[in-house]
């Protein structure tokens, strides 16, 4: 016996399970405002910290200090 596809009572078990089980794994939606204080780059930090050696760095051997 065959099953009518337009038929809207009959459901699919199997996508429903999958679709319910992704939903499970996928990692909690952000908000959209809710962005990193230093934005999306992951090493966005490291390279701040970086220019901040470099600065100082400069700046001592100008005579400078802070």
Excluded: C, N, W
């Excluded at 199997?14 to 405002?33: D, I, L, N, V």
């Excluded at 990193?36 to 051997?61: D, E, F, N, Q």
Aim: proline share 9%.
């Amino acid at each position: 016996m065959r099953r009518p596809k337009s038929d809207p009572r009959v459901t699919d078990l199997r996508r429903y399970r999958r679709e319910r089980e992704r939903a499970r794994r996928a990692p909690p939606q952000r908000p959209a405002g809710a962005e990193p204080l230093l934005g999306r780059r992951r090493h966005a930090g490291l390279i701040l910290l970086a220019a901040i050696a470099i600065v100082a760095v400069l700046a001592m051997l100008s005579g400078r200090g802070f």
